[in-house]
């Protein structure tokens, strides 16, 4: 939703976003001298500990109905041309939304990323009476508006056909915006300075991650000296060298870092990936019943497993630094996992228990400020989506930003993911664990040489390539053919104003 108030913005629009606090909004939004951001007030948290669901269910439904009435009849002080609004959630919102397009001609725009009654399923079952209530609401309240969004074909179809939806309906396939890219080497020795705070918490990572010395090498990156211009040192002479050296000087002195490594050494280099760092794998997940967080949990095993069987043999093979042996290896492997939700601490927990005896794989939960998101994206060596859609119309918003960034990505597949991910072009799609597992060995053998992966990202950077040089009339007829096995890309910007852009436009020209 950010994203679509920035292009409003972007396009002229004096734009209100309506929400609740807690996140900051994206830097881009909040510099944006056309919005302004109206944040719902909330009840007290302690009332849900105190009070039984079915009274303080209600309770929290009429609060929620009275804050967004406030805010849209009576805070924004003047009636919108244009409501947009996220399904889900549904309950509430859209009968609210619903009403106030009535009572005041502004035009609502339903912008479906999902069913909410198929989230409220996954909980209670199809057969429950709340289920079928919060099914009849939303057909009631979602069917009419004067233009809906969706972000696949496949429930455009579906809603098509089941609500018999009235309005403008446009496919919008969502896509990052243009700022995601694949990450520097410079970025990520910066973010993972900047991280080093939080992975130092980490008791898991003490002795897993190569030795650093915080700013001029980090566990991925390092800063090394040009070798022409290192004065070659005795035996004798080299215990005084290292203790003259910078990165000695740094570990005595870490509080008071130097305003730059290349002025105080100037034969120092800019940051570049480190051969002996670990693989990055990064997932982001909601932690909600909708992702099992177990198939991944399970690949990991398998990953520590055959590590452990394949550094055996590359010993009988020799000496592990030989090219032959390297090959044949898989690396460490550390998977980040960013998100927040109620099956986090059940999960971690389990993974604490199972990395006390591992040696290959560390698995760590973080949480990261919106600026550093991408970056960490862009930083990875691989991507993984566990969503797999309750309602298995939806796509997976955490695959279109690890695109965005460059990154290859293993997703779960369901229903519709071939809408995005293309198998063995941009990314690979699994149904089990065992499958997982096995294609995170097929990806990272012999890395930091990767010939399997650096396939898949080409493939990413080649269509970025070529969407800079495509005109909107060609993006149009090839946005994305579901037959046609090249796979079409472009930025958030240039789809909202191939697809949003006309419609709010000839709107506004024919009012």
Known sequence: MMYHAQSFAENGFSTYVIGYGGS?????????????????????????????????????????????????????????????????????????????????????????????????????????????????FEAKFGRTAYAHLFVTNAMRDYLEQK??????????????????????????????????????????????????????????????????????????????????????????????????????????????????????????????????????????????????????????????????????????????????GPLREKYMNDVAKLQEKWEWVRCVSLWLEAEDYPILLGSADLGVSLHSSSSALDLPMKVVDMFGCGLPVCALDFACLHELVKDGLNGRVFKTSSQLAEQLEYLFTGFPETPHLNDLRASLFRTSKRRSVTSHEQMQRQSLDIGNQEWRWGTWEENWNLIVKPLILSDLVNG
Not at 89 to 98: D, E, G, N, Q
Not at 175 to 184: G, K, L, Q, V
Request: aromatic share 8%; hydrophobic share 40%; proline share 9%.
């Open 163 to 340: 609500w018999g939806l009235q309005g403008y309906k446009l496919v919008l396939h969502d896509r990052p915006p243009h700022h995601f890219h694949r990450s520097s080497s410079q970025e990520i020795h910066e973010l993972f300075i900047r991280l080093k705070p939080s992975l130092t918490l980490q008791a898991s990572l003490h002795d897993f991650l190569p030795e650093s010395s915080i700013p001029y090498s980090t566990p991925f990156t390092h800063t090394i000296p040009d070798r022409q211009s290192t004065p070659v040192v005795s035996s004798t002479a080299g215990s005084a060298a290292r203790r003259n050296s910078i990165e000695y000087r740094a570990k005595i002195s870490p509080t008071i870092p130097p305003l730059s490594v290349t002025a105080l050494c100037p034969e120092v280099q800019l940051p570049s990936r480190r051969p002996d760092r670990p693989a990055l794998l990064v997932t982001s997940t909601s932690w909600t019943p909708d992702e099992d967080f177990n198939i991944l949990l399970e690949a990991m095993q398998v990953y520590e497993v055959r590590a452990k069987e394949l550094s055996v043999i590359c010993r009988q093979i020799g000496d592990p630094k030989e090219e032959q042996s390297r090959m044949a290896s898989l690396p460490k492997l550390l998977v980040i996992i960013t998100g927040k």
């Open 24 to 136: 900051k909004p994206i830097l881009s939004l909040e510099r944006q001298s056309k919005v302004q951001i109206h944040h719902l007030s909330e009840l007290p948290k302690f009332l849900g500990s105190v009070l039984p669901f079915i009274l303080y269910g209600p309770i929290k439904v009429l609060h929620q109905v009275y804050s967004l009435l406030f805010v849209l009849l009576v805070q924004l002080g003047q009636s919108p041309e244009f409501i947009l609004v996220q399904n889900p959630p549904t309950i509430p919102t859209l009968a609210v939304i619903w009403l106030v397009g009535k009572m005041t001609g502004s035009k609502v725009i339903i912008d479906w990323h999902n069913l909410g009654y198929s989230i409220l399923a996954l909980r209670l079952g199809n057969e429950h009476p709340f289920v079928k209530t919060a099914t009849w």
